[in-house]
């Protein structure tokens, strides 16, 4: 089944510790990138990821690292969260990221609360 | 500026009846795709529809159709025949030439649909 899988779901972590949220593909795609969804804002994009190797800040960038070692893979990583940083975040793939009509697929969410 | 606008933060609709979700955009570009996704109380992102900037006719899936206007840059999301099942949060998208040859979407904030027996 093509998917976007997500992990943890559910986290809840304190100030200043390190923790990284995997986001993984199987549907070969180029494209993915890293949101996080807040009331009232809607989505917002935090990183994005062009191929391997290839990452760019999104909107939002600040208090997040990115890396894309491997094309299926695009962990997203807070090196020293804040409360400001609690959220609902989506990695999100797309076939290629060149084309104004390719339809992005999203992992179920990962809950975070920063304590 | 925001680049796509959902006035709407909150709808309430009747059971069986049908409701327009606003959505506008802003974009300089002549190629750029135009994106609704829903999200149900369970969290996820559903893609519902989609509508290019070249394309002549309105873009219809089932009950969704999308209401294209090009000239006033309006992309409304129209929902025939409103079930229990559509309360949802509604999201309008739009994916437009960034640098680099790529297309990054840009999502409004969108719209709380309630829809009532």
């Known amino acids: 089944e093509a998917q976007v899988t997500q992990n943890p779901r559910y986290l809840i972590t304190v100030t200043g510790k390190k923790l990284t949220v995997t986001c993984s593909q199987n549907?070969?795609?180029?494209?993915m990138s890293w949101y996080r969804q807040d009331p009232g804002l809607g989505l917002r994009q935090i990183y994005y990821?062009?191929?391997?190797?290839?990452?760019d800040k999104g909107d939002v960038p600040e208090g997040y690292k990115v890396s894309r070692k491997e094309k299926r893979n695009f962990p997203l990583i807070l090196e020293s969260p804040s409360p400001n940083q609690t959220s609902l975040y989506f990695c999100a793939s797309s076939l290629s990221g060149t084309s104004g009509s390719e339809t992005q697929y999203f992992g179920p969410g990962t809950r975070l609360l920063v304590l | 500026a925001q680049k796509i606008t959902q006035t709407q933060p909150g709808m309430f609709v009747q059971e069986k009846e049908a409701v327009t979700l606003d959505c506008t955009y802003d974009t300089s570009d002549q190629s750029y795709g135009l994106f609704w996704y829903k999200q149900p109380s369970s969290g996820e992102m559903i893609f519902l529809i989609y509508q290019g900037s070249y394309d002549e006719q309105n873009a219809t899936e089932g009950r969704y159709s999308l209401n294209f206007q090009k000239a006033r840059k309006s992309a409304n999301l129209v929902i025939s025949a409103s079930q229990l099942g559509d309360s949802a949060m509604y999201f309008c998208?739009?994916?437009?030439?960034?640098?680099?040859?790529?297309?990054?979407?840009?999502f409004g904030r969108g719209t709380s649909l309630i829809v009532h027996p």
């Open positions: 998208a739009m994916r437009e030439g960034a640098s680099g040859g790529s297309y990054i979407p840009t």
């Open positions: 990821s062009m191929n391997v190797e290839v990452t």
């Open positions: 549907m070969n795609h180029e494209y």
